[in-house]
């Protein structure tokens, strides 16, 4: 986590289809939405690539939508969406979860918080993902902001930019 703190973690990017990258992180985190009877929703709209570190940005948006699945009852449903623009990638992941109250919202991703201490207690987390999500994306010269309601569900979005200045 420090490390990820530190503007001097080199990244590896290289070109990636990010519609094969979502595909993976659907292909290895259905197991779990099955458990809990979770439907998994993502059309591939158009191909779309972009110059990003890959094993970082997949362990982020998988970490996405492991919560997503998490926090949503059994049965419910998470969807996921890829877009583009000119210059930028648009992910977001959304579900029909337990949602977030509103003046927790801003603080989600600050290192060791947990919206509600007892719903780890129930889904193992430790607090750490989102800030490590949050961090990934920083790195990528990327925003992330979360939209939630209470027992409605949340959606994030992540942008990123297409191309990176790699020197």
């Known amino acids: 986590m420090v490390k990820l703190d530190q503007k001097e973690v080199p990244l590896n990017f290289k070109e990636l289809d990010l519609n094969e990258m979502l595909e993976g992180i659907i292909k ?18 158009k191909d779309i690539t972009a110059t990003v570190d890959e ?26 969406k890829l877009d583009a623009d000119h210059q930028n990638v648009f992910i977001s992941v959304a579900d029909t979860g337990i949602g977030i109250p509103d003046d927790e919202v801003a603080r989600v991703f600050e290192r060791f918080y947990r919206v509600d201490k007892t719903r780890d207690r129930e ?16 790195m990528h010269n990327g925003s992330i902001k979360v939209y939630s309601k209470e027992d409605e569900g949340t959606t994030i979005l992540v942008r990123i930019p297409i191309r990176q200045n790699v020197s």
């Not at 970082?56 to 969807?79: C, F, S």
Request: glycine fraction near 10%.
């Open 28 to 45: 290895r985190l259905l197991p779990l939405a099955k458990e809990k009877n979770i439907h998994i929703r993502y059309e591939k709209v």
């Open 55 to 80: 094993m970082k940005l997949t362990l982020a948006v998988a970490n996405l939508v492991d919560n997503a699945i998490k926090y949503t009852p059994e049965g419910g449903e998470v969807e996921m």
């Open 123 to 138: 889904t193992g987390g430790t607090g750490l993902g989102l800030s490590i999500t949050h961090s990934t994306i920083m």
